[in-house]
């Protein structure tokens, strides 16, 4: 079963508007949470590292005002897609290690659409 | 900077037939590699890791191949099945965090 979910799977909104997507582990406590997206056809590219009580760690590139990332409790981390526009629709997926070697589990992704 | 490569976008095998596919990395910090498959507006699967300290690791029909090195990796499927068809992807990690860096991915067909 899944360890990892995610909420919305997919999302349309209106450009200008924010969009939060949610990430929950389950069953287990994820002091750290990633964020990544991926364009059509191309790799998962690491957006940022969510840590339980602090501030989240942006990656190069990547535009920390506008992917506000809050992860308030041990179970649940948030990417707000601020202002959104179009060039930001996307397949957003979230994953925690859990586990020997921490293993790093994915949740099933929210896909986000801007019209 | 690519730190982690796989340069067969797509591979075609026959159902039975073993599939290999290839990844290589260049950060020398890799201590841990994983294998995902991912099918389209799905989060990816975890398949099959290891560590640095082995060469080899095998679950099922599943078999992971480290070649330190040459920093180079290969996931081993026999017999390959319908099923496997997907985008697999590698991926590293290693350092103080668990940050996984991704390979492009290799889009597998098993042909019936």
């Known amino acids: 079963g899944a360890v990892v979910s995610q909420h919305p799977s997919w999302v349309i909104c209106k450009s200008g508007t924010s969009v939060k997507i949610e990430c929950r582990s389950l069953d287990f406590q994820a002091t750290t949470m990633f964020w990544y997206r991926q364009f059509p056809k191309q790799s998962l590219m690491l957006m940022a590292t969510s840590n339980e009580g602090s501030k989240a760690t942006y990656e190069q590139g990547v535009e920390k005002d506008k992917f506000l990332i809050n992860h308030a409790s041990l179970t649940l981390s948030t990417l707000t897609v601020t202002s959104a526009h179009p060039e930001d629709s996307s397949f957003y997926i979230c994953s925690a290690p859990l586990g020997p070697g921490n293993t790093i589990y994915f949740g099933e992704g929210s896909w986000l659409t801007v019209v | 900077d690519q730190q982690v490569k796989q340069n067969s976008p797509s591979l075609s095998v026959q159902e039975g037939r073993i599939s290999i596919l290839n990844c290589d990395y260049t950060?020398?910090?890799?201590?841990?590699f994983l294998w995902y498959k991912k099918y389209p507006a799905e989060g990816p699967t975890f398949l099959i890791s290891?560590?640095?300290?082995?060469d080899k690791n095998e679950d099922g029909r599943f078999t992971v191949f480290l070649n330190k090195s040459a920093k180079h990796l290969s996931l081993h499927i026999v017999p390959s099945q319908p099923g496997d068809s997907a985008v697999y992807f590698c991926a590293a990690t290693g350092g103080a965090t668990n940050k996984l860096i991704f390979g492009t991915g290799t889009l597998l067909a098993v042909q019936p």
């Open positions: 950060n020398s910090m890799f201590d841990y």
């Open positions: 290891i560590s640095s300290i082995k």
